[in-house]
């Protein structure tokens, strides 16, 4: 793969750094993990039947739930990391 291949040159060029301190970062990631995750609010939407058997379908090719599927896309749009597929 391209990104393997990418990744290997990139550790061949000495270009990753250690991390000072290891645990202070893994807290501090952690923590926002768990804010990004938090889920407080309920939404609830009416979509196509073919729409949502597609989210299902795809949601089951990345082994995650589709509701999750569906929030991750929408966190995707408006932080405004969903880009359209270039053709």
Same mark, same amino acid.
């Given at each position: 793969?391209?990104?393997?291949?990418?990744?290997?040159?990139?550790?061949?060029?000495?270009?990753?750094?250690?991390?000072?301190?290891?645990?202070?970062?893994?807290?501090?990631?952690?923590? !926002? !993990?768990?804010?990004?995750?938090?889920?407080?609010?309920?939404?609830?939407i009416r979509i196509a039947k073919r729409d949502l058997e597609g989210l299902k379908?795809? !949601?089951?090719?990345?082994?995650?739930?589709?509701?999750?599927?569906?929030?991750s896309i929408l966190h995707k749009y408006v932080t405004g990391k969903l880009r359209?597929?270039?053709?």
């Amino acid at each position: 793969m391209k990104e393997e291949k990418d990744l290997m040159k990139s550790i061949d060029n000495n270009e990753w750094k250690s991390v000072v301190n290891l645990e202070e970062m893994k807290n501090q990631l952690k923590t !926002a !993990a768990k804010k990004t995750l938090l889920k407080d609010q309920r939404m609830n939407i009416r979509i196509a039947k073919r729409d949502l058997e597609g989210l299902k379908t795809r !949601a089951l090719e990345e082994g995650l739930p589709y509701q999750t599927l569906v929030s991750s896309i929408l966190h995707k749009y408006v932080t405004g990391k969903l880009r359209e597929k270039e053709v």
